[in-house]
Each structure stands twice: as structure tokens, then as C-alpha cells.
């Protein structure tokens, strides 16, 4: 990850006229809107888990190999507990592809498990700016908030994730009679 990085850095300052970008991401919102109907029409968890789980392969796809490269070594620096590393991993992906929704939800991510829940929120707002029904953006803005003590409202940002997806583990969290 950090070669590429560092390969387009080298590359724009050797070529200055050279545009060094992220290409745009190809979003196909028929496929989105095909999928986000079947986890609606999931019969059980285990089927809507699967169901999700396509949404996540299009979140987790990047638009190229550079930024693809940024946000697997970011999530495997994750994995490991490397959080600083891996929040400056993903800050450069959010550099160079500022509109890729999963760099700024990974980075949230990171933040939470940082604890530096204000920057979290921060994020998951300009991912959900990029990718409104990203349900892992939604739940983590609720887990968030609840964790920070806004009990009510992190239950209503749950309520408004599980209009999404219904099937998120993050339900679970509601009062038994705030679930429906």
C-alpha cells in the first residue's frame, strides 16, 4: 500500500503536469437498489447476513489497485490492532480518493476503536454523504453515539440503520420493545 502511495507521489512530483487522481468509482445503483430489495426480502438472518454481504464486496471494492492496495493494508493494519497506522493508511486513501465512501468508513472505524468518537461521527457523516444507505456507516454512527453516552438518540440512528438492513447484529442493542 504505502509503495503506491508513495509511487504516486513520486510520479506527481517527477510528471507535475501529470494528473495523479483516483479514477471515479463505477456505481451501478440498479445492482444497489436490486440487492438493498432482496435483504428486504430475506426470510431469516443467515440469508440476509449473505445478502449484505454483496453490498460489502461492492463497498470493499476500490476504484483502482492503488486505492484497493490503501484500504486492504489499512484493514489488515486494523486487524492486527496497528490503529495508528492504519488510520494514517486510510487517511491517505481519503486523500486520494476523497469520494471512495469505505475509506472514510474504515477510518471511522479506526477512530472509534481509537476512541476519538467526535472525529468517528465526522467520518461516517461524509460517508453517508457518498453512500447514503451504507448500513455499516448507519450502525456504526449508532454504536457510536450510544457508546458516547447518547443512549436516545444512538437508538434512533439504530431505528433509521434498520430501515436499511434489517438483519444488523447492532439490532440487538435496541429495547426489546423499540425493535420491530
Known amino acids: 500500500m504505502l509503495k503506491h502511495a508513495a509511487m504516486i507521489a513520486f510520479i ?4 507535475p503536469t501529470m494528473a495523479v487522481a483516483c479514477p471515479s468509482l463505477q456505481q451501478n445503483p440498479a445492482e444497489k437498489d436490486r440487492i438493498h430489495a432482496e435483504l428486504w426480502a430475506a426470510e431469516n438472518e443467515m440469508q440476509g447476513r449473505a445478502i449484505g454481504g454483496q453490498l460489502w464486496h461492492i463497498w470493499t471494492t476500490a ?3 492503488a486505492a484497493q492496495d490503501m484500504l486492504d493494508s489499512g484493514r489488515e493494519r486494523i486487524r492486527l490492532a496497528d490503529y495508528e497506522t492504519a488510520e494514517r493508511i486510510l487517511g491517505e486513501l481519503i486523500e486520494y480518493c476523497p469520494d471512495y465512501a469505505e475509506g472514510w468508513n474504515q477510518r471511522a472505524f479506526v477512530r472509534f476503536l481509537r476512541q ?3 472525529n468517528a461521527l465526522s467520518d461516517i457523516e461524509h460517508a453517508l454523504d457518498r453512500e447514503p444507505r ?3 456507516a448507519l450502525a456504526g ?3 457510536t453515539l450510544i457508546t458516547m453516552g447518547r443512549v436516545e ?3 434512533a440512528a439504530l431505528r ?3 430501515e436499511v438492513n434489517p438483519w444488523l447484529s447492532e439490532r440487538h442493542m435496541l429495547l426489546p420493545e423499540e425493535r420491530t
Open 153 to 155: 438518540v444512538g437508538h
Open 141 to 143: 454512527r449508532a454504536t
Open 12 to 15: 506527481a512530483a517527477i510528471f
Open 63 to 65: 476504484p483502482d489497485k
Open 160 to 162: 433509521k440503520a434498520l
Open 116 to 118: 476519538d468518537y467526535g
Open 134 to 136: 451504507h448500513f455499516g
